[in-house]
């Protein structure tokens, strides 16, 4: 892979982890040591930020102890909001030029954080890891994630989820100002990232199984999330029942004309089939002036109920770039 010969980051830029926790206690402490083996060796500063998002496992002791070590902290979530929502307090507490997410359970592997990390300094503004097969999940799973992007593909309008990314990604400084600049509630994280378009690059990756634990997707929350994604990105649905409507209302004219010429005017079936029609095109309005309330109402996506750990922008600065990984990033 050909990376940019431009390095626009100094080595005293830094980097924000932010990990979304529910319910992980169990695999926390692995995960944590193996991150912190990774941070250590990298060639910028870095912060940890763990979002606790409602876990009741016995996770905030855990969390509680990792930040005792500087630059680790934690933000507790009043309750649990879901992950969309646990990123976006990430992303409105950390203090890096960059932020990076990856999953608790160990499926995205710390390992692969340099090689991120690496092509950010290189220039690239987003830095997505891609799966390249989906043999961790269950064949369950492998049918909803497939259904989940053909659908996304087809109902959202210019800026299709990109298939098999998942929310391991680095974000650098200017797409992240821009997110926090974006006003609106609803969050669909891949989506909204790849409506910000930068210079975005896709690493393929292996997911690892789940080390413990479960998955916390549900078929449902997959279809709500699905759901949010086509309300806020797309009007396409509400386009298609125009063009339906206006169908059924020429279709119905020549009907009835017809009818009225041969003398056999029976509207029954008719009648069923544009009602039918008619409820799945008010549900859909529906749906769309409930994400427009969600969206008036301004209401905060969380609360913190308490922090652990501090830090300061002072973060001890990495040792200078060695020539020979300047080559390397090149
Ligand atoms: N997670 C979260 N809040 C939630 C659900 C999940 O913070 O309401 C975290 C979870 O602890 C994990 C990550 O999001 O670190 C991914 O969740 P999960 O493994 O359940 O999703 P999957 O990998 O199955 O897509
Ligand atoms: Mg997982």
Known sequence: MKLP???????HSIISIIVCCYDEAHILPEFHHRLMLVLNALPVAYEV????DGSQDGSDQLLEQFCRAPKVRCLNLSRNFGKESAMSAGIDHAMGDAVLFIDADLQDPPE????MVRHWLAGYDIVNMQRSDRRSDTAGKRLSAQLYYKL????VDKYPVPPDVSDFRLIGTAPLNA?????????LMKGLVNWLGFRTIEIPY????RKAGESKWSPMALVDLAMEGVLAFSRKPLRWFSVLSLATLLLT???LMHQWFVDAFSVDHLILGALALVLVGVAMVGEYIGAALVEVKRRPLYFLRSTFGGFSRQLQAPPALESDEQERIR
């Open 206 to 209: 292996q997911r690892a199984r």
């Open 253 to 255: 004219g020549t009907y």
């Open 179 to 187: 997110l926090r600049n974006m006003p609106e509630r609803a969050t």
């Open 112 to 115: 692969l954080i340099p090689a």
């Open 49 to 52: 930020v763990y979002v606790n």
């Open 5 to 11: 010969s431009c390095v626009p980051m100094d080595n």
């Open 152 to 155: 996304m593909n087809l109902l």
